[in-house]
């Protein structure tokens, strides 16, 4: 037995390489989430859908997270089964996921019949769109504690934060094109199924990336299994009980439901706010809010390779909050309408969205065994969908009943007017709690020795 013979992670080339693969596969994940998120207008004019039908729509992704589990349960499968067996299953649960809400877009038919839920009627293309985005939400987040997991194996001791970062950073492409893109697309094509249809095709090149992957995570786990290293205890059903006692989990998970509930809820809105608060054209109201992911896809690795190389990771987090608070309220205020301005705000709000969850992640990878990660993940992203199906129904619900300030022509057709002071005031009223987590995340941080202000990279030894 030679525990000294390198690992298939140990030469850079081919983590990297392993990095890439797993990354395509969630810019696909994105592309397909975000390809509605610039179109609420354009299914307002054109599939008849108002804000309310919309606002469930976007908080259909994480129904079936929260009422049934299924993302804890896909977090005990990837501890249990492993990344290779996680991935894959993610992957077809997407891919038929979003092939379901394909089908439900492209259907006219279903806008002719309606059912009633919690005392609202709904079109039947919308519960249909509701159904398969629910099941879409499944795979996509059991992908992300996949790939969160797979890119703590493969960079732990080395540079995780920066690879945690880059590969953040290319899914974030994916929101990035899909709200650019996804409006000229449904434009050229008058319709908004073909944008749907876009992101169907490339998740499924995305399940083949992964496919490719499996072969090198099936050699990295016969070499450790060959050379005897690295032997850790398996996961076991106890341990979620040592998960929910750390404080450390807790304040992480809490920090992750606010920030994202005042991050990922917007980019479904942000469109129509440029639309009808700063004159944007319609086609390119998706221009300005992708500058946020576009933003992210530079910063996110360079405050990983800080916190990396230097720490600070709580201060990352606080940093990070105290900006998307003060963005979120500026963009409240009534008077801030020109689109230059939005351009600024969008920028800000980018910086913001980089360093939070650059320092966060891997945050918790110092918090938590390597064998417990895919179940704090999952629990973490169970968390994290709480506010991800919440906040985009109350702000279609409050959009709808409070926010409407007359009517214009679109298009030939008669649509609302949107005065959105309301809705980004909840966003910043979400966000500010944040501030009060990060700084509370600090402190325990001293008490409990987490370390989350000292530098992740290890220094070179022969252990491996």
């Not at 379901?100 to 038919?109: E, P």
């Not at 939400?137 to 997991?149: D, F, L, N, Q, Y």
């Not at 998970?253 to 639309?275: D, H, I, R, T």
């Amino acid at each position: 037995m030679n525990i000294n013979t390198p690992h298939l992670r140990d030469s850079a080339m081919t983590r990297w390489l392993v990095l890439i693969l797993v990354a395509f596969t969630m810019f696909a994940a994105y592309v397909a989430s975000d390809v509605f998120s610039p179109l609420q207008t354009m299914l307002e004019r054109h599939n008849q859908w108002n804000p309310s039908e919309y606002g469930w729509f976007s908080g259909s992704y994480s129904i079936f997270n929260v009422f049934l589990g299924m993302l804890i349960f896909g977090g005990l499968i990837l501890d249990r089964k492993g990344i290779r067996f996680s991935g894959i299953m993610s992957c077809i649960l997407m891919v038929g996921g979003i092939a379901l809400k394909y089908w439900a877009v492209s259907n006219d038919s279903l806008l002719q019949s309606s059912m009633v839920f919690f005392g609202s009627e709904y079109k039947m293309q919308v519960v249909w769109a509701v159904v398969g985005f629910g099941i879409y939400g499944v795979g996509a987040e059991v992908a992300g504690i996949t790939v969160s997991k797979t890119v703590v194996k493969w960079f732990k001791g080395k540079e995780l934060a920066l690879a945690m970062g880059m590969q953040l950073s290319l899914a974030r492409l994916g929101s990035a094109a899909a709200l650019a893109f996804s409006p000229m697309i449904a434009s050229r094509f008058s319709n908004v199924s073909t944008s749907v249809l876009f992101g169907l095709s490339l998740l499924i090149v995305g399940l083949l990336a992964f496919a490719v992957y499996t072969i090198y995570d099936k050699r990295l786990d016969a070499q450790i299994k060959a050379s005897g290293a690295e032997k850790e205890e398996s996961f076991n059903i106890k341990d979620v009980k040592a998960i929910l006692n750390n404080k450390g989990f807790w304040l992480i998970a809490l920090l992750c439901v606010l920030f994202y509930s005042a991050v990922f809820p917007f980019l479904k809105y942000a469109a129509g706010m440029m639309e009808f608060k700063f004159g944007v054209d319609p086609k390119l109201s998706g221009l300005i809010p992708s500058m946020l992911p576009f933003g992210a896809i530079v910063l996110t690795p360079l405050f990983g390779r800080i916190y990396d190389k230097i720490g600070h990771g709580a201060d990352l987090m606080i940093g990070g909050a105290l900006l998307l608070t003060t963005v979120h309220t500026l963009f409240a205020m009534p008077f801030i309408n020109q689109w230059w301005m939005a351009i600024i705000l969008m920028v800000l709000l980018g910086i913001a969205f980089s360093m939070v969850p650059s320092a966060m992640w891997p945050s918790l990878a110092k918090i938590i065994p390597e064998r417990q990660l895919g179940t704090t993940y999952a629990l973490t992203y169970y968390i994290q969908n709480i506010g991800l199906m919440i906040v985009p129904i109350l702000v279609g619900y409050v959009l709808n009943n409070y926010s409407v300030v007359g009517t214009v022509v679109k298009d030939g057709v008669v649509v609302n007017k949107y005065d959105y002071t309301l809705t980004m005031t909840i966003f910043a009223a979400v966000c500010s709690l944040s501030i009060i987590i990060a700084l509370i995340l600090k402190y325990i941080d001293k008490k409990m020795g987490y370390r989350l202000q000292f530098a992740n990279m290890e220094k070179k030894s022969v252990r491996e």
